[in-house]
């Protein structure tokens, strides 16, 4: 499909698209905070893949490079563009949660406030560590293929991962929903 993409066989670039979109969409929105940015940032992102096909090396991962450009894209607007409050909404298509009883609505109100409190604390990341992090726990790519996508050493994403994870941790202990450990 990406060789006929290649060849200018819009109807697979198409496919792509599809095939890509919703996947690419609940990373951005997630680095950029915003669903009218995660939206354009995704629609750049396609944009700049096809006028760019050409270059792609059929020897990487298509949606490796294609995750490169739309990290790469979000994290410049989120440099350039001034910090502005907003909010994630609903939960994310890989974090579904269904109650197990509908009848336990203190455990369901529990479950939402420490959920938000945990999607606050993210939003509190660097936008470096926050890429890193959503990468690796939401879209479970491994250590290499993240350095692929944001063009970082593997040793760089270890650091900005374990930095994430301890802001988060001490955030989360600071705000006394998880216990401090001796």
Do not use: C
């Amino acid at each position: 499909m990406i060789q006929r993409a290649k060849n200018g066989d819009t109807k697979a670039f198409d496919s792509l698209v599809m095939k890509y979109q919703q996947r690419l969409y609940f990373v951005i929105v997630r680095i950029v905070l915003n669903h009218e940015d995660a939206d354009d940032v995704v629609q750049d992102t396609f944009i700049k893949a096809y006028r760019s096909l050409d270059s792609f090396d059929e020897s990487y991962r298509f949606y490796t490079w294609l995750y490169r450009i739309a990290v790469n894209t979000a994290l410049n607007l989120v440099k350039h563009r001034k910090h502005k409050e907003s909010s994630l909404e609903k939960k994310q298509e890989n974090n579904r949660y269904e109650p197990q009883n509908n009848n336990n609505l203190e455990d369901d109100y529990i479950y939402k406030e420490m959920t938000g409190e945990v999607r606050t604390a993210i939003k509190l990341l660097a936008p470096e560590m926050r890429t890193v992090f959503i990468l690796r726990v939401f879209e479970e790519m491994s250590y290499k293929e993240i350095a692929e996508t944001m063009g970082i050493s593997i040793g760089t994403v270890m650091s900005r991962l374990n930095r994430a994870r301890n802001t988060l941790k001490d955030y989360l202990q600071n705000i006394g929903l998880i216990q401090n450990s001796i």
